[in-house]
Nanobody, 124 residues
Framework: VQLQASGGGLVQAGGSLRLSCAAS????????MGWYRQAPGKEGELVAV???????NYADSVKGRFTISRDNTKNTVYLQMNSLKPEDTAVYLC???????????????????WGQGTQVTVSS
């Protein structure tokens, strides 16, 4: 199982970016999918998470500005980021809680899988 994130970049304050993270491999089911971020000198934090049914949860710092969504048919999670601020600058990582195929009819998991991270830089 692999997670491939994309969509980061450099944007001016007040701008927008959309991140995508696609899971691939021997996937039976994906439970929660989420985005985390790690800024230099700061602890990593949860940005947003969405469960399989579409229920979402956000960090207070991004509420009203960021929207997480997912397409279960594509095993993909998105993060629409609007009204970006310099303090949103970080490496953004996606995570998914995945059940994968084992031998025969067996399944393995759920286990957490992480994407490679994508840099978001917001200039003032």
């Amino acid at each position: 199982v692999q997670l491939q994130a994309s969509g980061g970049g450099l944007v001016q304050a007040g701008g927008s970016l959309r991140l995508s993270c696609a899971a691939s491999g021997s996937i039976v089911r994906i439970n929660d999918m989420g985005w985390y971020r790690q800024a230099p000198g700061k602890e990593g934090e949860l940005v947003a998470v969405i469960n399989r049914g579409g229920i979402t949860n956000y960090a207070d710092s991004v509420k009203g500005r960021f929207t997480i969504s997912r397409d279960n048919t594509k095993n993909t999670v998105y993060l629409q980021m609007n009204s970006l601020k310099p303090e949103d600058t970080a490496v953004y990582l996606c995570k998914a809680d995945i059940v994968r195929r084992g031998k025969g009819w067996d399944t393995i998991g759920p286990d957490d899988y992480w994407g490679q991270g994508t840099q978001v830089t917001v200039s003032s």
